[in-house]
């Protein structure tokens, strides 16, 4: 039998071979990176939402390009158009629904705020679906385009993993 | 090239409903949009809708208007004709405080739904509409929002 | 509102259930629910429920200024948005009795046109996704983006344009867009060839969609459904030809119409309206005329005489209407919409009884609907 070796040792010996890392961080890095978003396009954002899923932009580079239409198989929900007052009960529904973990974009003008449909007297709309349950990333714009949505998407990786995996472009 | 704008021709064409007994008005369709308009009492609407539905037009759409300062609301049936230019509007208005107007859905059963969406807006009843439930607001909703005294 | 008898085989149990499509759900294309009583597979009563989207545009009429509604008309039906601001521009010009310099109807015509490519080209992918075929969708996107390239370059926004002003344009085009067009009408029809090998060839498509959801010329007159749902049933009506507006009249195009009045009618007379589209933009880059894209003289400070104002324009989807109440004031006394989408899935109720679901799913895909523009 050979003397017992220096743990560190083992571990240099190894390297090369197998990696060590936290279990939260591994978690993490495998939600991030396989988001996959509920089919919940309510108006206008949809559209963009979807050609963000189409051939130009392609959400599949980023593992979330499976749209699930039930709660139960999403971990995102991003809320894209506006939330009527007689549609709340049914977001709210499915935003519990989802198991955890679970995160919500607020997509375009409406879910952050209600939109241009904001007025005074107005009846109908709900202003900003974060009166309904916590929103973990905003993006604005009427409707965003599909690289805002990509940007939000990356802000929520983020948010997960502590780190961004695509550098942020700066014009030169 | 260039070319001057020129002005729109006024259009108002012969009356192609002249033999039917309701009192129709030429109007000029290139400053209004339509081509015949004509005011009815509350209970002719239905035989208005009869005899236009015989001449092979479409309903187009059921628009109310508050006109509050008057105590009235005016309910404007649209018309259309699917082969030829022909847009017709009959309009009826009734009291404020009771707006009543027999339903045109027996003949146009296109109608059910605008007229229940004109009951949501301005609270007009529809006498016998088989179903004058909310269907843009909400089940619950008892309010009229697009009346002009509406507060939310 | 008529009502059959559930369809009975022996022996079996005489109930019906019901079951709740959306508001939530992939087929609905927006918000729309569907409450269906159901027998086994049969549907034996489909009650639309609208009203999960309605973001009082009417009542925004009432709230906004003339020029500040623009931005509400892209957002009626969003996938048509350009004709839906014609629309409501041509309503408020013929009001004020305004003068849209050639140049200026040109262009309106060149993108409106560009916009109904657009929109069924969005119908095509999304109808197909229904059905159960994925790749189409791509396709679609793909041409699409091309189109959204172009309008993007003279408009700044790819999907709720509010290019038209009140008496004429908000600016003028340029020779990339002209360019770009014309490269676009070319790539454009190879790629229909393509789609027709593709889909409308396909034997599976055509036994999903082939004497499927009959609608009558009748049931069509008694509900007022316009545009491809009319055409699809055998009656050329398109506001563009029975009640031209703009320089529509112009231009050498054909209405599509297909007399049997099915889902593959309906899919047939989009598919066909995408050349026809082609060709009137051809036509107009043609015929462009140069000019001034704004009328002259037109006030600051807008306000319509007294009295009621219509305007209707042949949008994807069908008839779109405006009437404007006014009472010589800034703001509209009433603005009505008349939007196709609601009266072509009125007829849903009646149409669909006795089909059988996956049917009558590819029934309410081919009626085309933008829920938004049933609840505005």
């Given amino acids: ?172 | 090239m260039e070319s001057a704008p020129t002005a729109v021709a006024s259009q108002v064409l012969p009356n192609p409903l002249a033999h039917l007994p309701i009192p129709f008005q030429a109007v000029d369709y290139a400053a209004k949009g339509y081509h015949l308009d004509a005011t009815v009492n509350p209970d002719q609407v239905v035989a208005m809708a009869a005899q236009l539905d015989k001449e092979g037009l479409a309903l187009d759409t059921i628009t109310g208007v508050d006109w509050m300062a008057q105590g009235q609301m005016e309910v404007i049936y649209d018309y259309f004709h699917p082969a030829k230019a022909l847009r017709v509007v009959v309009r009826t208005r009734i009291p404020r405080d009771n707006p009543e107007v027999p339903t045109i859905q027996s003949v146009f059963p296109g109608a059910n739904w605008h007229e229940r969406e004109t009951h949501d807006f301005f609270g007009i009843r529809f006498l016998g509409h088989p179903n004058l439930t909310p269907f843009l607001l909400p089940e619950d909703a008892t309010y009229h929002p697009l009346r002009k005294d509406f507060t939310s | 509102m008529i009502v059959k008898e559930p369809i009975s085989t022996p022996g079996a149990p005489n109930e019906t259930f019901v079951i709740n499509i959306g508001p939530q759900h992939p087929a609905t294309h927006g918000v729309l629910r569907v409450k269906m009583t159901m027998d086994g597979e049969y549907i034996v009563r489909a009650e639309p429920v609208c009203g999960y989207i309605h973001r009082m545009q009417e009542k925004m009429g009432e709230n906004r200024t003339y020029a500040q509604f623009l931005p509400n008309t892209s957002r009626i039906d969003y996938l048509s948005a350009m004709t839906y601001t014609h629309g409501f521009v041509g309503a408020v010009e013929r009001a004020a009795k305004l003068q849209v310099p050639p140049r200026a109807e040109y262009i309106r015509v060149i993108t409106s046109e560009l916009n109904r490519i657009s929109s069924h080209l969005v119908w095509w992918g999304a109808f197909l996704l229904d059905l159960g075929g994925f790749t189409p969708l791509l396709y679609a996107f793909d041409d699409r983006e091309k189109i959204l390239d172009l309008l993007e370059g003279i408009t700044g926004s790819r999907l709720t344009y509010s290019y038209y002003r009140i008496g004429g344009l908000y600016n003028d085009v340029d020779d990339d867009f002209i360019k770009g067009t014309r490269a676009f009408v070319a790539q454009m029809r190879p790629r229909l060839r393509m789609y027709r090998s593709l889909v409308t060839e396909n034997i599976i498509f055509r036994k999903r969609l082939i004497g499927i959801g009959p609608i009558s010329k009748e049931m069509c007159r008694k509900y007022g459904a316009t545009g491809p749902v009319i055409r699809g049933s055998g009656v050329p009506y398109d506001v563009r030809r029975v009640e031209p507006y703009s320089v529509y009249p112009e231009f050498d195009f054909i209405i599509p119409t297909f007399e049997e009045g099915d889902s593959m009618a309906r899919y047939l007379v989009r598919m066909e309206e995408i050349a026809q589209c082609l060709r009137i933009i051809e036509q107009a880059l043609d015929k462009l005329p140069s000019g001034p894209v704004m009328a002259e003289k037109v006030p600051r400070v807008l306000k319509l005489p007294a009295g009621d104002y219509c305007y209707a324009v042949e949008a994807a989807r069908g008839r779109f209407a405006v009437r404007i109440v006014s009472d010589n004031k800034e703001i509209p006394y009433r603005v009505k919409l008349r939007t196709p989408s609601l009266s072509n899935l009125s007829l849903f109720e009646e149409a669909s009884q006795g089909m059988l679901l996956p049917d009558a799913l590819a029934l309410m895909g081919s009626l085309d609907l933008v829920i938004p523009d049933i609840d505005r």
């Fill in chain 1, 1 to 172: 039998m050979e003397a017992p070796q220096d743990n560190a040792q083992i571990l240099r010996d190894c390297a090369p071979y197998i990696k060590f890392a936290k279990l939260d961080e591994l978690l993490a890095l495998g939600r991030a990176n396989s988001l996959w978003p509920l089919t919940f396009g309510l108006a206008c954002c949809a559209i963009e939402m979807m050609a963000a899923g189409a051939s130009r932009f392609d959400l599949a580079r980023f593992g979330a390009e499976v749209f699930r239409p039930s709660p139960r198989q999403a971990d995102v929900m991003i809320v894209a158009g506006t939330v009527n007052k007689k549609m709340a009960a049914a977001v709210k529904t499915l935003y519990d629904q989802m198991p955890e973990p679970k995160w919500v974009i607020a997509m375009g003008n409406c879910a952050i705020s209600g939109g241009p449909f904001v007025f005074p007297g107005q009846y109908a709309v709900v202003e900003g679906v974060d009166k309904l349950f916590p929103v973990d990333v905003y993006i604005p714009g009427c409707p965003p385009r599909p690289e805002a949505l990509i940007e939000g998407l990356l802000k929520l990786e983020e948010k997960l993993t502590g780190k961004r995996r695509w550098p942020v472009v700066k014009a030169d």
